[in-house]
């Protein structure tokens, strides 16, 4: 491990992408290739069990068939919508969602992220809102 297909990627990687990316040293990555359910294999052929769930994007499964049409029927009526400029209806549908699963009840609002860094700033500026200091 990693096998000779995933070495070969990380030689051809290193030609190509910053070397402060992708980790290839000491040993160099496992190339994944597909995933379904909580299992990935590699290119060479190889199955793994993903307890990290995709750091999470796969949390529900990798591939699962209800979040995959979901997708696909989102993706043909909108790929993109600049959020924060061009907001689509989409992003209020899942804030108020959102904001009726709120423990504490009454009034909620919520931050949309995309990283863990993303959720300790939204903490930190809420607090500040909150106390004012």
């Given at each position: 491990m990693p096998g000779p297909r995933s070495r070969a990627l990380a030689a051809r990687l290193a030609r190509v992408e910053s070397r402060n990316v992708t980790c290839l040293a000491p040993l160099p990555p496992i190339f994944w290739e597909r995933a379904a359910a909580s299992n990935v294999w590699d290119v060479d052929g190889n199955r793994f069990v993903d307890l990290g769930a995709g750091f999470g994007v796969a949390a529900a499964g990798h591939a699962?068939?209800?979040?995959?049409?979901?997708?696909?029927?989102?993706?043909?009526?909108?790929?993109?919508?600049?959020?924060?400029?061009?907001?689509?209806?989409?992003?209020?549908?899942?804030?108020?969602?959102?904001?009726?699963?709120?423990?504490?009840?009454?009034?909620?609002?919520?931050?949309?992220?995309?990283?863990?860094?993303?959720?300790v700033?939204?903490?930190?500026k809420t607090s500040l809102l909150a106390t004012g200091r």
């Open positions: 699962h068939p209800r979040i995959a049409s979901a997708v696909a029927r989102q993706s043909a009526v909108l790929m993109h919508a600049m959020g924060d400029v061009h907001p689509a209806a989409v992003k209020v549908e899942l804030l108020e969602a959102l904001a009726r699963l709120f423990p504490g009840g009454g009034a909620a609002r919520a931050v949309l992220g995309s990283s863990g860094s993303d959720a700033e939204a903490a930190l």
